[in-house]
Each structure stands twice: as C-alpha cells, then as structure tokens.
C-alpha cells in the first residue's frame, strides 16, 4: 500500500533562484505541476536565514527564518529546490529555536512537511510508479539527442537531508538524459557560502578540483540540486569558456536538451 | 607523592564543569558491573564455543594472521612445529636464539632440536648472574625469538603474551625475527573473547591483572615516509606462527 | 605550552595551497587512508559499522558524562597496580610534574612514543632545558624533531616531508650517506634509535585509552617504539589527556576495531599494548616505576560547554583530516597548532583561546564529510557553528570578535531580507551597481568590494529584468485555477 500521491506542494524559491536564477524557478513549477502537483508561491518568503546563519549570526537568522515559518506553517507540504535550503529549514532551525519552545515547535512541525525538490518529485513518481508504469521510462531515448550529463551530489543535501540516489534515479530514468561517472563525486565543490569569498585561496582549489573532475567525466552538463554550487561551478565553467554548462537538475528534467 | 595538583581539587573542577554530584553514574555500567561468578559463566560460554568451533576457528586465525603479515605455519604436532623451527632458523643463518619459557615448549623443545642443529637456543631470563644489560646485548644479537602464546585473535590475527617470569617483554621486540608457537586450545575469537577473560583472571587474581599485556599482529611496520610501508622499523621484520593443530 | 600560530592561518594557508609538493602530499596521503578506511568498512558491512559507531559514542558519553567518577576509579586502580597519578591543571604544570621526575629521579635520557599531549605540552624543549637527551622514537617524529619542524598530521607527523628531504635530513644532522630509499632510511632510524632504546632511563608515552577498571594505560602502534618505550627504561610517564578514560576493559574491543580501520584501514595495529603500573617483583623486565600524568589544559571548557562537549570523544584517528577538503588542499601546519583539521578546528580554539583562532571554525564548507567518517559520530559541522556564533554573539567580549564589517554585512542582510519591498529596491540598485561590469547577462572579472573576491575565478550571472517572483505574480500565478 503507498501513499496517495502528494497532490499539492508550496514552493520556498530561495534568494539565489529568485534573484539570479528565475528559470529554475519556472522549471520546478513545470515539473511539479506536469506531474500534477498544485503549486502555490506563498507571499512575502525571501531568505531562509542559512548564510546568517552559517556565519553565526543567529539574532539575524531567526527574524528571517519567523518569516518562513509564518509564510509556511498552514502549508500542506513545503518543496524547496535546494538541499541546503531545505537542510537549514529540516534540521538547523530545530537548532536555532532550541531554547524557544513556541518556535521550536513549530520549526519540528515544519521540518516534517519540508521536501526537497527531487524528494518531493521521488514520491510523486514513486506513487505514480505503483499505478501505473511512468509513461517517461517506457519513452525510447532513440532518435533524441542524449544529454551526456554528471550529478554533483551538493554536501547539504547528501549529509543533513540523506539524500543520495533520488537525484540520480530520476536522472536515469528522464529520457534524453544520459548520466555518466563523475569521479569524487561527493567532494565538496567549495563552495560554501561566505567561504568562497573568505577563503577564495582553499575555495577555488576545491573549485579547479570539481571542475577537472567534470571534465573528466565528459559531461555535457553539470547538474545539481542546488543552484549556490552550481553559481560557483558554472562561474568558474564560464571563465574559463569550458564547452560544458551548469544547469539545476529541474531544468535538465523538464528540457533535457534546454 | 602525588605531584601537581590534589586529585580531589582537579576532580572538583571536572564535576564543576560537569554540572554533576560526586559519586557514582546515575546509570549503573552494565561492564563494571558483574561478579567474578558472573564471568565465569561467560568465560565457561567462550570456552565451549570457541572448543566447539575448533576447526574452523583454527582456519580462521590462520587466515586473518597471514593477512595481518605472519608467516602462518600450520603444524600437526610438535615434530611438525621443530621441523620449522629448525629450518627456519637455518634459513636464516643465525647462531643463537632466545626462548622465553612457555608450557608449550614441553611438547615442542625447541632448545634440543636446535642444538643438534648448531644454534644456541637460551632461555631469555634474568636470573642473579645475568646483568640485566647483558641479558639486553644478548637478545639484541640474537637472530631469533621465541616465544609461546597466552592467547592468539582469531578476529585479529594477533598473539597475545602477557610478560611475567620467565617470559621477557623484549624477546619477541629486540631479535629481528619472532617465531610464536601456539597451541590450539589457546586461540580465542574475538577481543570480547579476550577481554572477558582478562576481567576474569583480574578480578579472580585479587584485582591484579599484571603489568603487562601485548598484542602482536605482524611485523613491526612504518608508512610514516611517504605513506611506503616498511617493515621491521624498531621490532621484527619478520614473524612466524606456528600453530599446533592438535592439543 | 607549544607555540601558537594560529593567527597566520590565512597567509599560510594561502601559502599551503602554492606549494604543488605539499598538496601532493596531503591531496594523495588524504586519498590513501581514506580509501583504506572505506575498504575496511566495505569489508565489515557498513550496517557492522553503523553499530560499532553508535556503540563507541555511548560508551564515550557515558564515560565523559561521568567523567570525574572514572577518573578516580582509575587512580585508584593505577595505584593498586604500584603507579601513581599526578593531575595537572595546565601545561605548566603537567610540564612541572615531569621536570620533577626527572630531577629526582636524576634522569639524563629519555625515549619518546608519539604523544599529541607532549606537542601540545612542548614537552621536549622544557626537558632538554633541564639537561636531558630527548628522543622521538616514532619514525614520523623522529623525522620532525631532526627537522626540528611540528607534526602535520594526528597519525602521520611527517607527511608534509618527501622522501628526498627525509634523506637530505639524515646525511646532515646523522651524518650517513644520502640515500632516498625508504626501506634504507628506515634502518637508519633503527640502527640510530635501538642504543638509546637501552640507554634511557626514561620512556615517555601517550595513551589511547585509559581503562578505569583496571588502571590500564592502552597504546595503538605499528613501529615497536612504544613497546620499547614503555618496556626498556627504568621509569615510564605517560601522559595524556583526562577525556581518554573508559570505564571497562570490555569496551576496549570496540575502540580497537574503530581506531586502526579509521586511522589506516588497518585491521588493528601490529601492536596494541596494555600497560597496568610497573613492572611486579617477579617479571623479569619492565619499569620500576609508573606515573600517568593526567592533563586539564584547557579540556574541562570543552566539558562545560555542552553543544562542544562532544569533541571530547574523539580518538585522534585522523579520520576527518583524511576527508577534509580543506585539510587536503592546506595541509596540517597552516591550522597554526598541534591539532589541525576539522577536529582541530573545534579543539584548537578553545583551547588556546577563541580571538587568536577566529579561522579555524570559519575556514570550512560544512561539508559534512568530517561528521560522516568520524568513528564516534562526532557532529563537527555543529560545533563550527557553535563556535561561529560565539564569534558573532556571545555576551563575552573576548569571545565575540567577529569583525564590525561582517556584523554591519549581517544586519544589513538581514533587514533586506525581512522586507520584500526593500529586496525590490536592493535588486534595482543591484542591477544598476553592476550595470558596468555586465556583459551578455554576466559579471567578470570586477574591482567592486566583496565582488572582486568572487570574479577573481569565477564569474556570476548579472540579476535579470524579473526574479522568480515577478515572474509568478506575471505568469505562472494563474497556472493552477
């Protein structure tokens, strides 16, 4: 027996998609909703709080994370294209009302309504799957173009969320997506907030690093679930004039060749 | 004398930090906990498991042994065992041995077999007219060590000897080459193995659990220069287990 | 104390990642025991591996919980056995219990196991003060202290070194034939280090474990120097940190399948040796004498803290250093201490003193990757950030010492962010502020403040006409009715 298939789902954008990356946004909303998915946009989010956060200044972070909270707490689920958005909402505001018990409650009751965008899409598919064999995987890739394309697992979404083969089953399953082997996959790309412009040194180490690695693996695209690792990858792409391009993993589902 | 600061003020300020009374842990440990009667029983438990399994846990320490770098010998009796000794000792060219002394070495007499072939076997102790310098030259020099086992890991593939009288700490460090024999009803299975019975013997001995206790598992090794592994830094190069198949 | 430079941490990190030998040396040595260590878990089943973790870390809660009751247990049972326990509150006392020792004991030369506590104590140099000949006998730390250099690594003190500068460093200082064959320079410690083996009349150890049980002082080795060490001399110190205590010899077991696998992939050590007081009448060697120096120095301001309390079960494995991307790229040295790493990065500050150690819990991704390969489940990300807001906010002047541009960057980030008319504003004055350096939608290399840390490498996409919410408002409001 599974789960009826989750039917509506309030999208948290995040300030990196908002402000720089609209197009994923539009992407996430066409997936969820090809599936069948309700999606609303509640009204007056803006920033989860995560690089206050991360930087210890947690009087700063909570007013921003109250503000999700009240955007979100009547929600029916909550989806968040990003894992380090959506570890910061899961797992770190637990930590950040520890010593708030009104809030903390309502942080506990939210972290379990919290999905991250392929997590949502997983369950989606998952309950699609148990109807009805998913029209997508009987789809022939013959004749289309196959994006040769790498998975970067970013670090908050493999460590706090737990999530490390969601991505890339419906990676294998999309048609015209041809995944390959990207070698230390799961070596932090660097980025890491205010670290890349604190430590730009170590940073763009790690960055060179990830990005031979891409090379590598002869990726057309470099996909990920979250755009702050993949603003830092793809800048370091485009610099460089690199013949491989940085993309959400949204848009790779909904338009593969893009 | 105890130097530095009182025990009792430095334990007052690790309960300071703490936040806890003095005294006991509110939870009793489950470890501190059992009588000697109660070791018993799991040391009788061990016992029969371990006698039970007695084949393969004979294969499985000479397995995990080789892996850990022994040269494992698997011996059928004492003449089996002096053979290897013999000839190991020969391969090797040297002129003496020192033995720490061990029941085993009543059913393999290493001294014997290895004087018919030409090597001086001696007993590595530091009795009234041996200075406990020369004693030190003398096992330095020599090529060989040999030594019983109080137990050997099946899990870890280590021997196990428990310095005491008549069985020095150094003679299987200092000679380049360790050769320990061990019977077969002295090999355990796993470090919980071992460490009920150490409990055991602690608490059976009036608290007394001896000065000294080594786990051997292979060749004393480095990869301390660029991660090349080395063997035979400050102990043996090399180490032989000849394991007694049959009691 | 040993020197502290962890202040420098920016400049010698930038001058770790330029040095191609040394990232070489931690990029590959970060691989190899890593992926030794992944071998050795495949081996056991990651689930096998899962409990022995889970089961290391409550015995390891229980025991520092309770860690004034274990403490006087072992004492106790350290003086059945005829050694004795001095405690020391900081360096320069633990520093002073062995001086002692030495003067009474009219102690002229003294061999050295690995010991991360006698780093941190700068030991050495207060024994050679007094007249004694001090040796590190630990391949790696002999190499060191002939380099008269600090370890750069919990496991393997000489990795920043390659082989070539390790034989240049004997020809000089021991006077043999250069040779850079590994095996060669091996016997060349051996050769140089067994006479002062027998000549010592002091051998100085760490400790892995301390068993309250029985009193026994536990030590994890492959070379046979600590066997030598602790079983040559007259007199055996050894000295340790007072978090190292386990209640029962039975959860030894544990810690010995955990340590050897976490630190090399090893299936345990070619010695694990257990040391209970001094040798008895009847033994036929072993020190007269046993003293276990039981040192503070800092430990008990982790003890209080309960979000940090949990650094205090780590087993010096190395694990996260293996893992760390930071560490790989920067190597041990720059962290500006004794401990680097992740790890190091908690302990360091506290306890040399937060605001001359502000990087450390800053110079990481919160990767997590340190968290996931810790034996004893140690939540390290955690205590960075723990550590950072002390940095911002603590109520402690000395402790906050977050600079007044990040704290201004903070706030003003922060009143943006809470109000979606002035995030407008903020975007039309963004777009503007950039407008000169954009080109076909991107930013390139700019000399704008805070921009130009990111452009040096990197570029960034300019903000376009809509973000995503004008885009909803527009469009894809209507998609669902």
Known sequence: ?258 | MSLGIPSADFLASVRDALGREAGPPAAAYQHLLESAGELELQAAEIRRRNAGDLPLLLDKMAGTAALRGWNVQRAGGGEDALDYVVSLARRLGVESAARAESAVFSAVPVDAALAGAGVVCWPAVYDADRERDAVRRRLAESGLGITGADYAIAETGSVIVLPRRGLSRLVSLLPPVHVAIVRAQDVIDTLDDLFVLRRLEYHSDGGDMGSYLNFISGPSRTADIEQTIVVGVHGPREVHLVLLDKE | MAEVTTRDFAAASRAAVQDPQLRRAFGSAGAGFDGARRDAIDEVTPEVWEQWRQQARSIKEHAVGNLDYYLELLERNVAAAGGQVHFAADANQANAIVSEIVRTRGVKVATKSKSMVSEELGLNHVLEGQGVAVFETDLGEYIIQLAEETPSHLVAPALHKTRGEVARLFADKLGVPYSDDIEEMARVARVALRQKFLDADMGISGANFLVAETGTLVIVTNEGNGRLCTSAPRIHVGITGMEKVIPSMQDLAVFLRLLPRSATGQRITSYVSMVTGPKRAADEDGPEEFHLVIVDNGRSRLLRDPALRESLYCIRCGACLNICPVYQRVGGHAYGWVYPGPIGSIVTPELVGVAQAKDLPNASTLCGACREACPVQINIPRMLLHLRHELAESPDSQRRTASDTDALLARGFAAVMSKPLLLKVARRLGRLAVKSVTRDGKIGRSRLPFLSRWTAARDLPAPPARSFSDIWRDELSRGDR
């Not at chain 1, 909570?62 to 989806?79: G, N, P, T």
């Not at chain 1, 999309?174 to 205010?194: K, T």
């Open chain 1, 1 to 258: 027996m599974t789960e009826p298939a989750p039917r509506r789902a309030s999208l948290f954008i995040t300030c990196i998609i908002d402000q720089l990356y609209p197009d994923v946004g539009v992407s996430v909303v066409r997936a969820l909703r090809r599936r069948g998915v309700m999606v609303d946009f509640p009204a007056g989010q803006t920033c989860c709080g995560q690089p206050l956060y991360n930087a210890g200044f947690t009087a700063e972070a909570k007013r921003l994370a109250v503000r999700v909270l009240d955007a979100f707490d009547d929600c029916e689920r909550m989806v968040v294209p990003s894992g380090s958005c959506g570890a910061m909402i899961r797992v770190f505001y637990q930590d950040l009302f520890a010593d708030e018990p009104e809030l903390l409650r309502r942080a506990a009751a939210l972290s379990e309504r919290v999905y991250e965008f392929t997590e949502l899409l997983t369950e989606v598919d998952g309950a699609a799957d148990a109807a009805a064999p998913s029209d997508d995987a009987a789809q022939s890739d013959a004749g289309a173009d196959v994006a040769a394309v790498a998975y970067h697992p970013s670090c908050h979404l493999l460590r706090e969320m737990g999530v490390r083969r969601g991505p890339l089953d419906l990676l294998e399953a999309a048609s015209g997506v041809s995944v390959v082997d990207l070698p230390d996959a799961e070596q932090c790309c660097g980025f890491g907030g205010a670290f890349a412009v604190k430590y730009p040194h170590i940073s763009e180490q790690m960055l060179a690093d990830k990005v031979e690695a891409i090379l590598q693996s002869g990726a057309a695209t470099v996909t990920a679930c979250d755009m702050g690792c993949l603003m830092h990858i793809g800048g370091a792409i485009s610099r460089r004039g690199l013949p491989v391009r940085a993309r959400h993993i949204a848009q790779v589902l909904d338009d593969p060749a893009g």
